[in-house]
């Protein structure tokens, strides 16, 4: 019987640059920050599929200068770091929930916007907590205190077996309760954007504690998991929204600085369209969906799901008040148009491959159109599903068509100079090789 032996592994990265040192240096440093970066949740819908690293993101947005668009800008870290480097950004995304999570991620509140979302959580938070029954600890899930005499009652059970008082009224689904109490106090804590869109921030930690406290049984069992997990969820989103003082200048009263707050609108690149007076932009940065990686719709489709779940929630999530039922989803919450959906590549691989490359000409086009002359792209590309260097020749073809010059590029792939299994009685080794980054610096003639 063969024997296998393998081989210890040994990373090696083969890195190749085009164009001069200035440009393709800060090119390469991002492929290596993105290198290995995975995106994991901090509690604030951090660990989007298809994140960028935020130290690639900063390094690509020094490329460019003035007004920035991400056209493919998802849970919104580009914009994020243009705000923090004080440049004007402006965030699109075919995706409802992309836009909602961006929205929040990027919002920058005013003194007194922040103010009244801190007393609005206060208040909510309060009412939870004063509502809230007590758990005996320890106890399985529906077990509940007698409020005369203390004695621990199993859930099964409508009285107390010592005293004989009832069962305290409780809501059966501590979410719903927490749901009304949210909608009672939202309305104080919402912003406009400077785009007209609307959001409220508490229902975003709302969503956000359902997300975390999702994976425990018990804490869609129990109201005061529940309010812990909406708590931890606010102070996680306060801390985040809240910016460092500035530093301290004598004679000078310290104050919070508002950073540059992105204007996001829905739609598709593939077909730009910006309300007048949106274009013009000085500089495009952007991390396209990588070809047959992810389905991201389907994935937001079975995230806002699981927010309500058997609850059956009525709530403003992810764009969306009430869950559809069946295949009854908006058209903007399907698959079919999806650019790059890996259930697409796997129905079809040969139309996916065509039909990828088409994409790409009709993104950059668009995109290239609401450009200013002179002004610069920088992209961050992944080789995904396909052949390596086929995504990178795909758009260097569609940026040579949208009339778009190359001034510099870098590739980096990981490649293992060890990875490899014998087997005894075969001919040849076999060696995998690893999914390519590109960074690709283009400006519009």
């Not at 090696?12 to 994991?40: C, Y």
Request: glycine residues 10%; aromatic residues 6%.
């Amino acid at each position: 019987m063969p024997q296998m032996i393998g081989i210890r592994r040994r990373e090696i990265k083969l890195s190749t640059v085009r164009g001069p040192s200035s440009l393709s240096t800060p090119l390469l440093a991002a492929l290596e920050a993105q290198r290995g970066f995975s995106a994991r949740s901090g509690g604030l819908w951090d660990d989007y599929p298809g994140a960028i690293n935020p130290s690639a993101a900063r390094l690509l947005l020094r490329l460019v200068e003035g007004r920035v668009l991400d056209p493919f800008c998802g849970s919104g870290t580009i914009l994020m770091e243009a705000g923090r480097l004080g440049m004007p950004s402006t965030g699109c995304d075919a995706s409802p929930p992309a836009l909602f999570i961006s929205a929040h991620r990027t919002w920058r509140p005013s003194d007194a916007e922040l103010a009244d979302f801190q007393h609005a959580a206060s208040a909510a938070v309060a009412e939870l907590r004063a509502r809230s029954p007590r758990a005996p600890a320890g106890g399985r899930r529906g077990d509940w205190l007698c409020p005369q005499c203390g004695a621990h009652v199993f859930a099964s059970k409508c009285e107390c077996f010592a005293c004989g008082a009832s069962k305290p009224p409780r809501i059966t689904t501590p979410w719903a309760e927490m749901r009304e109490v949210v909608a009672s106090h939202a309305v104080r804590s919402g912003a406009s954007r400077s785009d007209g869109s609307h959001l409220s921030p508490l229902w975003y930690c709302f969503a956000v504690a359902l997300r975390r406290a999702g994976a425990t049984p018990a804490a869609r069992g129990r109201l005061t998991p529940a309010v812990d997990a909406f708590e931890a969820a606010v102070e996680c989103y306060l801390e985040h929204v809240q910016q460092p003082p500035p530093p301290q200048v004598a004679g000078a009263q310290a104050t919070r600085p508002v950073l540059s707050q992105p204007r996001l609108f829905r739609c598709d690149a593939r077909a730009l369209a910006l309300p007048s007076g949106c274009g013009g932009f000085d500089g495009v940065v952007s991390a396209p969906p990588a070809p047959g990686v992810a389905d991201y719709l389907r994935r937001a489709r079975e995230e806002r799901a699981g927010l309500s779940g058997e609850l059956a929630l009525e709530a403003p999530l992810m764009g969306m008040h009430t869950l559809p039922g069946g295949r009854t989803w908006p058209v903007e919450w399907r698959s079919s148009a999806e650019m790059g959906a890996r259930m697409a590549m796997r129905r079809h691989p040969a139309k996916f491959v065509s039909g990828w490359r088409t994409d790409q000409s009709r993104w950059m086009g668009a995109v290239a159109r609401a450009m200013r002359p002179t002004s610069r792209m920088a992209l961050l590309l992944d080789d995904g599903a396909l052949e390596p260097g086929k995504v990178l020749a795909f758009v260097e073809a569609a940026a040579a068509d949208a009339d778009l010059a190359l001034l510099a590029s870098a590739t980096l792939r990981a490649g293992h100079g060890a990875d490899r299994r014998r087997s005894m009685g075969r001919e040849g080794e076999h060696e995998a090789a690893a999914r390519g980054l590109h960074a690709v610096l283009l400006e519009r003639r």
